[in-house]
């Protein structure tokens, strides 16, 4: 589904990619790992399009897709739920929602807009409780609950989440990773970066580990989880680099 | 056994292997200051490759380079990650291979897909009859048999005749060793009278290959199936290569190995069918990955789909070893190890022939030396423990018997004819 070929991503003179080249396949959780730095964020942006690759191919269902503006990248279906939420504060639950919908209003009929609407609140029946109440006064867990639903609401066949369990506390962060495993079942393919890496290759059917902009790893994530190296670098107590 | 990987589309597997590869470079660029050090001569980094082919802007290595850097100069991962270490006879130094848990892993994965796609399965009772110089093999075939499923009975030092009976007695459906070793124990049942065990189906053979008119007969005598695996110690035994249901060749597993055929003189790519050296690159090893390393064997890579439906490129049976090495039931031996192994016990490598004798039951070995006067020693009792000292010592690093022989030069040219080995 997604094909990055030797992608390189600079700012300024900073190389923040240096040739990484991963796929994702329909119906697939892959997720990257690798410490703060690697680069995992800018290859979400990159693929995104909010940060212009330098060089390297990105496919999408087989078609080209670096370069484009980033409304043009959700429109062919790739979604991402930013690190940090990036919700509307002074906007209620459901504005938020139908915001994320907002490409679709014009080409589709409403109807499957609402029925996508109630696919979120049965998947977080949280954020029906609250949905006349403003973004800005919902926990941290809700508010990422909130980002996955918004990502959600413009119908993506890839969704990309960046942290989703960022600053929450454990319990909701197994509420967030069983939705993120619900959605999958369902048939979104999920690109996922995520800090708690024990608990992402849990969830994950392959992952890549990146380390300073290249990736040096991947495979099946049970192996991931049983690698040497990761375990070392991002499981255990750790924390050298992986290539010390 | 999950084994959709093998049917992946060439597109895919195209974009699969550039990953794998992009990343053990990025390691072995880290970690292996050998590596780096090549790379670097070559002024070449891993960010140069941005396509399969870019392979080709790498150097070589060789098992030159392996005993170079014995013994620990070619880990690719902290020691305290190294589980397993397997030793072999090198020219030199012993040739060392360390595996992780992970690589240990992946092997049994690798065995087992093997394995599976010939056909054995959790029903079968499998026995491994091979010559203790084969370890690693014994090795990953067991454990992989074990995660199939199967019962599997590894190699015991035993009588040919204990095996036979343990064969008949559980049943052994899935027998595996080398063509050699098959051929003897068909010569022997056929001496005793026996008849062929009722519940053998399948021989799986490996460490060398078979002619195929050779290969029909044992078929037809034992009422079996027959299927050949490929692989090189200093990669991965088995599982590397393996035949499917149509025999038309080793196909390469190609989640952890990328292939090239290359012109043993020249080192330049050859194109698909044609005739030259193979060279291996491992894609998913951790502990001591392979990068174009020269394997010595001569065969025949066809990019050709198969009729089975994988995709992986397939190998032809290995068709010489160039560097010197003679397999001799399964186990290579290298002239240059003889003959170092010569220098070590009479101080000099005296003319010599290497005769395989295949009349007998089994391969037989026979070292003739040319009689020269350095090779004398005062007494004859002296000439004779130095020859029992050589035997010795060569059935220590081989597993295998060679009897030593003192011929004299015209004989010895006479039967040679210029040639170093002979097989008969």
């Known amino acids: ?244 | 056994m999950d084994n959709k990987i093998e049917f992946l589309s060439p597109e895919a597997w195209r974009q699969w292997q550039l990953e794998l590869l992009q990343s053990t470079l990025n390691r072995v660029y880290e970690r292996v200051p050998f590596y780096r050090q090549l790379m670097d001569e070559k002024a070449i980094s891993p960010e140069d490759i941005k396509e399969l082919e870019d392979i080709k802007k790498l150097p070589f290595t060789t098992r030159e380079h392996l005993a170079q850097n014995y013994p620990y100069g070619l880990f690719a991962v902290p020691l305290r990650d190294i589980v397993r270490l397997h030793t072999f006879p090198g020219i030199k130094t012993p040739i060392v291979k360390g595996f992780t848990n992970r690589d240990l892993k992946v092997i049994r994965k690798l065995t087992a897909r093997f394995l599976t796609s010939c056909g054995v399965t959790s029903e079968d009772i499998v026995q491994i009859c091979l010559d203790p110089g084969m370890s690693v093999w014994i090795e990953e075939l067991k454990e992989g048999a074990e995660e199939v499923g199967a019962l599997v009975i590894p190699p015991d030092p035993q009588s040919v005749e204990n095996r036979l009976q343990i064969m008949r007695d559980f049943k052994t459906s899935v027998l595996i060793s080398t063509p050699s070793y098959l051929q003897y124990l068909t010569q022997i049942m056929h001496k005793h009278g026996l008849a062929s065990p009722k519940n053998l189906r399948l021989a799986i053979l490996v460490g060398e290959g078979i002619e195929m008119s050779s290969r029909l007969e044992l078929e037809q005598h034992l009422g079996i199936d027959t299927r050949l695996g490929y692989g090189i110690t200093e990669a991965i035994a088995a599982g590397m290569g393996y035949e499917c249901e149509y025999r038309e060749g080793y196909h390469l597993a190609s989640d952890y190995f990328y292939a090239e055929i290359i012109d043993p003189l020249t080192g330049k790519p050859l194109p698909s069918g044609e005739r030259g050296e193979l060279v291996i690159t491992t894609l998913a090893v951790k502990a001591n990955p392979l990068i174009r390393f020269r394997t010595g064997d001569l065969t025949r890579l066809y990019n050709e789909p198969c009729m089975c439906g994988r995709t992986t490129p397939r190998l032809s049976q290995i068709e010489e070893h160039i560097d010197g090495r003679v397999s001799i039931r399964g186990i290579k031996i290298s002239l240059q190890y003889i003959e170092a192994l010569l220098e070590e016990v009479y101080g000099h490598v005296p003319e010599y022939l290497l005769y395989v004798k295949r009349h007998t039951q089994l391969e037989e070995l026979e070292l003739w030396l040319a009689i020269n006067e350095q090779l004398f020693e005062p007494s004859i009792l002296g000439l004779h423990q130095k020859a029992l000292a050589f035997e010795k010592r060569f059935e220590e690093i081989f597993g295998l018997p060679c009897r030593l022989k003192f011929v004299e030069k015209d004989h010895l040219h006479e039967t040679a004819k210029g040639r170093k080995v002979i097989k008969d």
Do not use: W
């Open chain 1, 1 to 244: 589904m997604l094909v990055v070929k030797n992608l390189v991503t600079t700012y300024g003179p900073v190389t923040a990619l240096k040739n990484i080249s991963l796929h994702v396949g329909e119906g697939e959780i892959v997720c990257l790992i690798g410490a703060n730095g690697a680069g995992k964020s800018s290859l979400m942006l990159s693929i995104m399009g909010l940060v212009k690759p330098r060089a390297g191919e990105i496919l999408f269902e087989r078609q080209p897709i670096q370069g484009k503006d980033p409304p043009e990248i959700v429109a062919r279906g790739i979604s991402l739920v930013p690190e940090g939420r990036q919700i509307f504060y002074p906007l209620t639950v459901e504005e938020n929602l139908e915001l994320g919908a907002y490409q679709r209003f014009k080409k589709e009929p409403k109807e499957s807009i609402f029925h996508d609407l109630e696919q979120v609140y049965q998947l977080f029946p949280r954020l029906k409780e609250r949905r006349r109440q403003l973004a800005g006064t919902l926990s941290g867990g809700e508010q990422q609950m909130l980002a996955i639903g918004r990502a959600f609401m413009a119908k993506p066949k890839l969704l990309m989440l960046d942290e989703p369990s960022l600053g929450l506390a454990p319990r909701l962060v197994d509420t967030i990773l069983s939705a993120i495993k619900v959605l999958n079942k369902e048939g979104l393919t999920i690109l996922l970066v995520e800090q708690n890496a024990r608990k992402a290759l849990s969830l994950a059917h392959r992952g890549y580990v990146l380390e300073t902009g290249k990736i040096i790893l991947q495979g099946r994530a049970e192996d991931l989880l049983a690698d040497e190296d990761v375990r070392r670098a991002y499981l255990g107590k750790d924390y050298r680099k992986f290539t010390d």
